[in-house]
């Protein structure tokens, strides 16, 4: 997909989330999860690429003291359907006795989210709490939950602030919907 491309794509589709409404719901979530940390240290593990705008974000709205590591697991490739999980990076600290932060943009189906939260528990993680910027709720996929959830989005197709079209998209400052 070119830039030309994307530009087509944005003329069709519909705006869900601007970046102010963005920009509040990542300034509630990070007290919520510090409300919850009370001060306690926790791993703050970002999953790339998607999720690193709004983990960049969360990260200064939270007080909680933090050790920062990321992993790197897909399912997409670039397509807009998903596959098989293929792992590309795990952390490279030691999760076991912590409570680890998972942080994500989206949480769909959950299939991924869940294999990387199971993967911290194999680890040895005292706990893992899951942070998403957005979360579609329609009852398909791995029965996965959200303990800390930006904003809902319709169950669309949606990129932008870390989510793509295409491999495009990421850096738009707000999240918009297309019928893929």
């Not at 200064?60 to 992993?71: E, K, N």
């Not at 993680?125 to 930006?150: I, P, T, W």
Request: charged fraction near 20%.
């Amino acid at each position: 997909m070119s830039t030309a491309d994307l530009a087509d794509v944005l003329v069709r589709a519909d705006l869900v989330h601007d970046r102010a409404t963005l920009a509040a719901a990542i300034e509630r979530v990070g007290a919520q999860i510090d409300a919850e940390l009370a001060g306690a240290p926790a791993v703050f593990l970002t999953v790339m690429q998607g999720a690193l705008p709004f983990a960049g974000q969360l990260a200064t709205a939270m007080r909680a003291p933090l050790v920062f590591d990321y992993v790197h697991a897909t399912r997409y490739r670039g397509a807009t359907s998903g596959g098989a999980l293929m792992w590309i990076k795990q952390p490279s600290i030691s999760l076991a006795g912590r409570t680890v932060l998972l942080v994500d943009d989206i949480l769909d189906e959950g299939h991924t989210l869940k294999a990387i939260r199971d993967f911290c528990v194999e680890q040895g993680a005292a706990r893992v709490l899951l942070a998403v910027l957005c979360e579609k709720r329609h009852g398909r996929g791995a029965g996965l939950r959200a303990d800390f959830v930006g904003v809902e989005v319709p169950d669309r197709y949606v990129f932008g602030y870390g989510m793509d079209y295409h491999e495009q998209g990421r850096n738009l400052a707000a999240i918009y919907a297309v019928d893929a």
